[in-house]
């Protein structure tokens, strides 16, 4: 069955100044005519009905979900099953250190596979040793909600969430630390209170958060020292993703998409401002010319390089969370009752690859 896509005509990215529009003329929507969109699948089997929040995976054939009531499911390339925790708390987040990719011919002694951690409400950090997870968060000291977390290295990682609140990682730990940014107007240094929706980092030494409000951080030495990033809007923010560690996107409540490479500018054109209005809640890519969000109503969310283009999902079920897998290209999104659905890259060009 053929699907349709909606697809708007070319434009050059031309960014006025920090979140200024930068709307061109556009045409009605089209039909892409002669292609489909890549295609995407409902998940069979999934082993809950719980809604699902977040999504990550250490490779393709090794992918977490995690959502309400303590919620872990996981992907072995074969099936879905449900991971043994004790925790009852709604999970918001999953990350870790990815799987190194894969040796040929295979490595007879392959490597362990490194640090899992899920987030959660409460303060609540949990890390897969084994096949188990444990609680190592909260402490009294930190009971706040959190709402995302990042593993950039070995020995770096950070958790935000409710209240400004920000836990370090060291390798070794998780620690609450205090951000201070220098005041607008004073210099002076204060601690922020947003809701902090979002964090990444593309190296473990520069770290983006983003937040309700509008709010945006990015740490200048590891998670020491950070500083505020003005957006110019104030819609909330709900995901952050790098296509390099100075080009950021993040999204948010009203189809808003924003980059950063030096500064904020909302993103209006190439289609961006025909999409649905929308609460987007998930960005991830495999580069600057592959770049997949998620929101409300089922809605996917593509940029090849050329146009954002809305793909044929078949669900109208809301959708939280969104990982692509850099390797492969294999995109998994989550969401309401256990909704996962799945999109593979398209086969091969049999005339590119006699080419070749």
Known sequence: ?????????????????????????????????????????????????????????????????????????????????????????????????????????????????????????????????????????????????????????EDSGLAVGDGGRVLAWDGMAWSKITMQVPGEFSGSLIEPKSTLQAVWSGNGRRYYIAGSGGVAYRSTGGVQNFEALDTRVFEPLRDLWGAGTNDIFAVGLGSLILRFNGEWRRIRNNGADELPNTFLFGVSGTGGDDITLVGWRGIVVRWDGVAWVVEETGVDRDLRGVWVDPVTEVAYAVGASGLIIRRDPPPPDPEMMMMQ
């Open 1 to 153: 069955m053929r699907r349709l896509v909606l697809l708007v005509p070319v434009l050059a990215f031309a960014f006025a100044f920090a979140c200024t529009d930068d709307v061109g003329g556009l045409d009605d929507d089209t039909l892409l005519d002669g292609a489909a969109p890549p295609l995407w699948e409902v998940e069979m089997n999934v082993p809950t009905d719980e809604d699902l929040l977040g999504v990550w995976g250490r490779a393709a054939d090794d992918v977490y979900a995690v959502g309400w009531n303590g919620t872990i499911v996981h992907w072995d390339g074969t099936a879905w099953t449900l991971e043994t925790t004790s925790s009852t708390t709604v999970l918001t987040a999953v990350h870790g250190i990815p799987n190194p990719p894969p040796m040929d011919p295979p490595d007879p002694n392959p490597p362990p596979p490194g640090p899992l951690f899920a987030s959660g409400w409460g303060g609540t950090i949990l890390e897969r040793v084994g096949t188990t997870w444990m609680t190592v968060a909260p402490t009294s000291t930190h009971t706040e909600d959190l709402f995302d977390l990042f593993i950039g290295g």
